[in-house]
């Protein structure tokens, strides 16, 4: 893992990661580039390119998340950003979410063999967001769908007053534009939108949706 890059960002950025938890974040690393090897996970293996897309991408949450904070990650993948926050806040109650069971057990393996406590669950997002409505204080969600969708699944889950975080490209106006009718039909109205640097040159968007009381 490439803690200088990861210490340096964080560093600038006021946030400060342990040893223990650098040493958890390269476990996860490890496990992640290991099992990529026989089932797809991610595309991004170089050490940097995983340092800065990665792991310092998920990081960029962390101001965002409240305290004892009960948040799903909806589409997670291979667990980012949910488990690098879960990592970094130990009150944090985790749910992982993800369409494929391959990734599933992939994500209950791993959580198991790092000890970190999470929910995995196997499901679409629109059918959970169904039957789990008003559940959540926080969502977050990274490269899963356009806006309006995104609005449709994750919305439903997320409690009065909580938010859903939204990780996007750089350019997001025309997006956001697009999806205001379902922002607007499912609760929820745009707090901020925050551009975030992870590397010299490059920056994505978080997209803080808060939904009405």
Known sequence: MQ?????????????????????????????????????????????????????????????????????????????????????????LQLTLLDSLRKRVNFLNE???????????????????????????????????ASMDKLAKYALPVVKNGGVFLAMKGPDIQDELKNAKPAIEKYGGHIEKIDLVKISEGQTHSIVAIKKST
Request: hydrophobic share 45%; net charge negative.
């Open 110 to 144: 791993t959580t198991e063999i790092l000890g970190i406590p999470a929910q995995c669950i196997h499901a679409r997002a629109e059918e959970y967001s169904r039957k789990h409505r008003e559940f959540y204080d926080i969502c977050t969600a990274r490269a899963v």
């Open 3 to 91: 803690k200088e890059i990861i210490a340096a960002w964080a560093s600038a950025n006021g946030i400060e990661i342990t040893e223990t938890q650098f040493a958890t974040l390269a476990a996860y690393q490890a496990r992640v580039l290991d099992v990529n090897q026989h089932m797809n996970l991610t595309r991004i293996t170089g050490p940097q390119d995983f340092a800065v897309k990665h792991i310092i991408d998920s990081l960029t949450l962390l101001p965002y998340i409240t305290p004892n904070a009960k948040l799903i990650d909806i589409g997670t993948g291979a667990g980012f950003p949910g488990l690098v926050l879960r990592i970094m806040r130990e009150d």
